[in-house]
Every structure is written in structure tokens, then in C-alpha cells.
């Protein structure tokens, strides 16, 4: 019995420090979800992903029974070329005259082949040089190229804000003033069922599990207004870094949220927060520090609705 308790000691202790560990990386994670495991896009591997990498595939060579075949040779024949001496002369001379033409069957194959493998690959070099062309455009901060790259960097972000699914990102009214070097976008915000929120992770004795332990409403709230906030701001973070040639000088984005209104019956989009951030606002923030907070109110002057993740989103006014 001793020793039994002693395991059972031991074993809850370990679950509590797991649970506390559980705790501190996913605190962690929250409050750098900014720019934590994010990796930026650069030119060469989105026009890179864009090209045709296909291989020609394998020449077949002519199958010899084919040509047997054409020329008489039969089962029966092959049988009886061990019984009988002219069918056993018979066999040998179809045979090489399969053997003859099924090599010059070979060759004019393989000509054809090599003729066709040849056009295959003159026409692939021809379309991959279009994107050289269109990564010179880049360059050159065109706007068709610009939006299409910005989005695909968007769209290429990974990170969760549940710890368990990867965020559906959907990026939205997209568009770039080459002139004005001025990007803006919409991108949606996770509702209020989709944000884990927890105040620490504990181990629970009865049923042998570490569960999230739910937070009182306003720290709920603060947690669901920072992490929206975070995926705002890791939007714009993911653009200029992916923007290697730094053609933008100022982002805008738009927050909105994606729901189901029963009055409607349909999914609706309310736009809820409106934030810009300049370059020289991004190049003076440094990431791993900053209270994401503190940089919407003060010096982004970010709007945002009132009532955000307190109220049902039809209640909502729109930014």
C-alpha cells in the first residue's frame, strides 16, 4: 500500500509540473504571436513554387512479344517446334524476323521520343522564363505582382489560437497604390469560440487530465482583444518582411469577423478593427518586447469597435 502511494505521489507530481509547463509555453505563445514561428516569403521561392517542375517521363521501349506475336508465332507453333523439325525451322525464322523488326521499331520510337521530350522542355523553359519576367515586375514595384505576392505570403502563414488547429486565414479586398507605395487588405479575426483562453492549465486527480482552467470574464476579454490584435499585427509583420525589395511604405488593414447571422441565414462579415502601421513605425518597433496593447492605443491609434468579443457580432457598429 506504501508503495502504491508513493507512485500515485509521484505520478500527480509530474502532471502538475506538466500542467505548469502547459501553462507557461502556451502564455508564452500568446504573448509572442506576433511573430513567433513565423516565416517570411521571399521572391525567389514564391516564383520559384509558381514554375513547372514536371520530368519527362521514361521512355517505354516496344514490347518484343508484340512483334512475335504479328509475325505467327503462336502458342501452338511454339509447341510444336518440339516435336517436329520444320516447325522448329519455322519458329527461328519468325523469330529473327520479329527481332529485326522490333529493333527498328526501338529506334524510330526513341527518335519520336527524344523529339517529343525535346518540345516538352522547350515549352516548360518558355513558361518558367515568364516568371523571371513577372519577379522583374516585382521588382520594379508593380501592382498586379506586388498583390499577388503579398497575398500568397499572407496565405502561406501558419499559427493557432487554440494550440490545437492551424487558423483559417482568409485575406480579403486586397490592393497596392504602386504610387503611393500604400498596401491594404482585409484579414479576419477569430470569433469568440476559436480563442483558448485559460488563466493556467491544472492537473485534475479524478479523471487523470490537464485541462485549461477558464479565466474570469475580463481577463477572457483582455486575452481575446490581445490575440486579435497579435494576428493584426503578425499580418502586418508577415508583409514587410516578405517585402524584400521594400517597395511599401505603409500597410492598412482591416479586421473583420466571419459569423453565421440567423437573421440573415447566411455567413456575414462585420469589419471591427482598423489599424495602419508605416515602415518606419514597424522598423522602430522591436518585436520580441513590445506590448502589443499598449502599440495599438498609443501610437497606432488603432479603431476599434466597442463591445468586441462582449457583444454578439450583429450588435457590433462597423470601422
Not at 517570411?40 to 518484343?64: A, H, M, N, V
Not at 485575406?171 to 497604390?177: A, E, G
Not at 503611393?180 to 492537473?203: A, G, H, T
Not at 497606432?300 to 470601422?319: D, T
Request: hydrophobic letters at 35%; a negative charge; aromatic letters at 12%.
Amino acid at each position: 500500500m506504501e508503495e502504491e502511494r508513493i507512485v500515485n505521489d509521484q505520478h500527480i507530481e509530474e502532471k502538475q509540473e506538466e500542467a505548469y509547463n502547459i501553462s507557461c509555453e502556451h502564455l508564452i505563445y500568446n504573448r509572442k504571436l506576433h511573430y513567433i514561428y513565423l516565416h517570411p516569403l521571399t521572391p525567389d521561392e514564391y516564383y520559384e513554387s509558381l514554375k513547372d517542375k514536371r520530368q519527362y517521363g521514361k521512355f517505354k521501349e516496344p514490347r518484343i512479344k508484340d512483334f512475335r506475336k504479328g509475325v505467327g508465332i503462336t502458342a501452338g507453333l511454339i509447341a510444336k517446334a518440339f516435336i517436329f523439325k520444320e516447325a522448329k525451322e519455322e519458329l527461328k525464322n519468325k523469330g529473327a524476323e520479329a527481332k529485326v523488326l522490333h529493333k527498328n521499331d526501338v529506334e524510330q520510337a526513341w527518335t519520336h521520343y527524344k523529339k517529343r521530350r525535346e518540345r516538352f522542355y522547350n515549352r516548360q523553359q518558355s513558361y518558367n522564363a515568364t516568371f523571371d519576367l513577372l519577379k522583374e515586375r516585382l521588382t520594379d514595384n508593380d501592382r498586379e505582382q506586388m498583390v499577388n505576392y503579398i497575398e500568397h505570403a499572407l496565405n502561406s502563414d501558419n499559427f493557432s489560437v487554440d494550440f490545437q488547429h492551424q487558423f483559417d486565414i482568409n485575406v480579403r479586398s486586397i490592393d497596392y497604390n504602386s504610387e503611393s507605395s500604400e498596401l491594404l487588405f482585409s484579414y479576419r479575426i477569430p470569433d469568440l469560440e476559436e480563442i483558448l483562453v485559460f488563466s493556467r492549465y491544472e492537473y485534475d486527480e479524478e479523471e487523470d487530465e490537464i485541462k485549461p482552467i477558464e479565466p474570469d470574464k475580463k481577463l477572457a476579454l483582455e486575452r481575446r482583444m490581445s490575440i486579435a490584435r497579435s494576428i493584426l499585427l503578425r499580418a502586418a509583420v508577415m508583409v514587410y518582411l516578405s517585402d524584400a525589395y521594400q517597395n511599401i511604405k505603409n500597410v492598412y488593414i482591416t479586421g473583420f469577423l466571419l459569423y453565421y447571422d440567423s437573421a440573415f441565414g447566411d455567413m456575414q462579415i462585420k469589419n471591427v478593427i482598423k489599424v495602419g502601421i508605416s515602415k518606419e513605425d514597424f522598423d522602430n518597433t522591436k518585436l520580441e518586447t513590445v506590448k502589443v496593447e499598449e502599440l495599438f492605443k498609443r501610437r497606432l491609434n488603432a479603431q476599434e469597435s466597442s463591445g468586441l468579443y462582449s457583444k454578439k457580432p450583429y450588435e457590433l457598429k462597423e470601422k
